[in-house]
């Protein structure tokens, strides 16, 4: 859409922004993202925005972020069926980081950036349109890892960071086939152990100052 009918747009609460086709070329990955910045001049009243069907590469989601946080009254920002490719550079190999790290970074660039915004992800897939983040690592993210209002520190993305390594295998199991199959014979058991996210809890649930807070 064209700069001129966005600005004849009024009152809209809800963006739905889509790639709507699989782009040929990584390179322009970054070029359709920065696109979406003409829907900033509805920035005032949208209060909702989500990016569905979007291909982009590590370097990409800076502006992926620049673009949601250019929507100065947002409260609800979603992602679903994103496609991060960490491993194409034009110059270079792969990165050093594991390929599953980076949208742990990114979910924290993300709330650093907007710490009273609603995220919700779904259908996450790192390097490959066939294999998704587990939906158990995705509920951690948002749940446990970045909840609104949360501060994240140096310290705390480096337990984020080494718990969530920890945890992938765990969460792949939990999420196979076999692994849904177990918990629906067990219905009240889960291959991930509840304890393992326990200090990642909410200040009203566990109380540092009565002696209640654990870790693993």
Same mark, same amino acid.
């Given at each position: 859409?064209?700069?001129? +009918?966005? %600005?004849?747009?009024?009152?809209?609460?809800? +963006?739905?922004?889509?790639?709507?086709?699989?782009?040929?070329?990584?390179?322009?990955?970054?070029?359709?993202? $920065?696109?979406?910045?003409?829907?900033?001049?509805?920035?005032?009243?949208?209060?909702?925005?989500?990016?569905?069907?979007?291909?982009?590469?590590?370097?990409?989601?800076?502006?992926?972020?620049?673009?949601?946080?250019?929507?100065?009254?947002?409260?609800? +920002?979603?992602?679903?069926?994103?496609?991060?490719?960490?491993?194409?550079?034009?110059? %270079?190999?792969?990165?050093?980081?594991?390929?599953?790290?980076?949208?742990?970074?990114?979910?924290?660039?993300?709330?650093?950036? +907007?710490?009273?915004?609603?995220?919700?992800?779904?259908?996450?897939?790192?390097?490959?349109?066939?294999?998704?983040?587990? $939906?158990?690592?995705?509920?951690?993210?948002?749940? $446990?890892?970045?909840?609104?209002?949360?501060?994240?520190?140096?310290?705390? %993305?480096?337990?984020l960071t080494d718990d969530f390594q920890s945890f992938l295998p765990l969460w792949d199991a939990e999420d196979s086939h076999r692994g849904l199959q177990a918990a629906e014979e067990r219905k009240d058991g889960q291959l991930v152990d509840a304890a393992m996210c326990s200090r990642w809890q909410q200040?009203?649930?566990?109380?540092?100052?009565?002696? $209640?807070?654990?870790?693993?």
């Open positions: 859409m064209s700069a001129s +009918l966005i %600005a004849e747009v009024c009152g809209l609460r809800r +963006l739905v922004l889509s790639q709507c086709a699989d782009l040929d070329n990584p390179a322009d990955y970054g070029s359709r993202l $920065e696109d979406y910045k003409c829907w900033h001049a509805l920035g005032a009243t949208l209060d909702r925005v989500e990016f569905w069907n979007t291909r982009a590469l590590n370097q990409d989601l800076r502006t992926l972020l620049d673009v949601a946080q250019g929507f100065t009254s947002l409260k609800h +920002l979603a992602f679903h069926r994103i496609v991060v490719h960490t491993r194409w550079n034009a110059f %270079a190999g792969p990165p050093a980081a594991g390929p599953a790290i980076t949208w742990l970074n990114y979910a924290v660039e993300i709330r650093r950036a +907007l710490p009273t915004v609603n995220i919700v992800f779904s259908d996450i897939r790192i390097d490959s349109a066939q294999t998704c983040l587990p $939906e158990s690592a995705l509920r951690w993210l948002m749940n $446990e890892a970045i909840p609104i209002g949360c501060s994240i520190g140096i310290d705390r %993305a480096q337990r200040f009203s649930n566990v109380r540092r100052d009565q002696g $209640e807070w654990t870790t693993i």
